[in-house]
C-alpha cells in the first residue's frame, strides 16, 4: 500500500511538472540541435511527449495543457524524422483517449489531411528501409512505385537471392532490392527509424495511408533482416493486411528468413 501511495505521489508531480511545461511560452525552453546544417528545435518532438506523457497517466483529453499542445503540434512546420513520427503517436493517443479508448474510426477533415502529410513526410524519407534525422518530403507518401501484381510471399531473403517457382514473387524481390538502392551509402540511423515506423504506425492506426505502403513496409523488414548480426535467431516474420475492417494474415506470409545473412 505504501509503495502504491509513493508511485502516485511521483506521477502527481511528473503531472504537474509536465503541466507547468506544456502552458510555458515555447520560447523559453526549447533545445536547439544543428544536425548537417539544418536547425533542428524538436518542438513538436518534445510538446508531443510531454502531452502523450499526460495521456497516459490518465489526464484527459479535455485537459487545458493537453489541448493546447494538440493545438501547437498541429500547428508545426515538419522539421524532423524524430518529431513527426512522435506527433503521430500523440495524435493516435489523443484521439483514441477522445474516442474513449476505442479505436479510430473517423477523423474530422483537418486532422485527417494533418496526419496524412505527417505520414506522408516519413514515408518520404524511407531510403533503404531506414531513415535519419531529416525526411525529404514535399512527395506524396514512399518515392518507389510498385507492381500491383507482385504476391506478399517473397521467399527467404540472404545473400542469394529468393528462389520461388512464380516469377511474380521475384518481381516482388527485385523491387525491394530496387528501392534498397534509394540508400547506396547506408545513411541511417535505427533509432530515427523506429520513430518514423512507431508514427507510421499510430497513423495507420487511424485509418491513414501512404502511398505504395505495401512496398515500403516490405523494404523495412528487409533492411532489418539483413541488418542483424548473423549469429542471431532464426527469424519468421508475417505482415497482415487489413480488408474490410478485418486482418487477415493467411497467404501473406512474407520473408520467410531464416539465418538472414549481413
Not at 518529431?83 to 483514441?96: P, R
Not at 512505385?145 to 506478399?152: I, K, L, M, T, V
Not at 512507431?198 to 505504395?212: D, E, F, Q, W
Request: overall charge negative; some cysteine.
Amino acid at each position: 500500500a505504501k509503495t502504491a501511495k509513493a508511485i502516485d505521489a511521483a506521477v502527481g508531480k511528473g503531472v504537474a511538472w509536465l503541466k507547468r511545461e506544456i502552458q510555458k511560452e515555447p520560447e523559453e525552453h526549447w533545445t536547439r540541435y544543428v544536425h548537417h546544417g539544418k536547425d533542428l528545435d524538436y518542438r513538436s518532438g518534445r510538446l508531443s511527449l510531454m502531452a502523450l506523457a499526460l495521456l497516459e497517466s490518465g489526464v484527459p483529453p479535455s485537459d487545458k495543457r493537453v489541448q493546447l499542445a494538440w493545438k501547437r503540434v498541429q500547428a508545426q512546420a515538419f522539421a524532423s524524422t524524430y518529431d513527426v513520427g512522435v506527433s503521430l503517436l500523440f495524435a493516435e493517443g489523443y484521439l483514441v483517449a477522445e474516442n474513449h479508448g476505442k479505436p479510430v474510426t473517423s477523423l474530422e477533415p483537418g486532422v485527417r489531411a494533418w496526419m496524412q502529410k505527417a505520414a506522408d513526410y516519413l514515408a518520404s524519407g524511407c531510403f533503404g528501409g531506414a531513415w535519419t534525422y531529416v525526411c525529404p518530403g514535399g512527395g506524396s507518401g514512399y518515392p518507389v512505385e510498385e507492381d500491383s501484381r507482385a504476391p506478399y510471399r517473397i521467399g527467404e531473403v540472404g545473400r542469394e537471392p529468393a528462389r520461388d517457382p512464380d516469377p511474380e514473387a521475384d518481381s516482388l524481390l527485385k523491387q525491394v532490392e530496387a528501392s534498397m538502392a534509394l540508400n547506396p551509402g547506408g545513411d541511417f540511423d535505427h533509432s530515427n527509424s523506429q520513430y518514423a515506423i512507431l508514427g507510421l504506425k499510430a497513423a495507420s492506426l487511424c485509418g491513414i495511408r501512404v502511398r505504395n505502403a505495401r512496398l515500403m513496409w516490405r523494404t523495412v523488414v528487409y533492411h532489418f533482416l539483413k541488418d542483424q548480426e548473423a549469429s542471431g535467431p532464426e527469424v519468421d516474420l508475417k505482415l497482415i493486411r487489413e480488408e474490410g475492417g478485418k486482418s487477415k494474415s493467411e497467404d501473406y506470409s512474407l520473408l520467410d528468413a531464416a539465418s538472414p545473412q549481413p
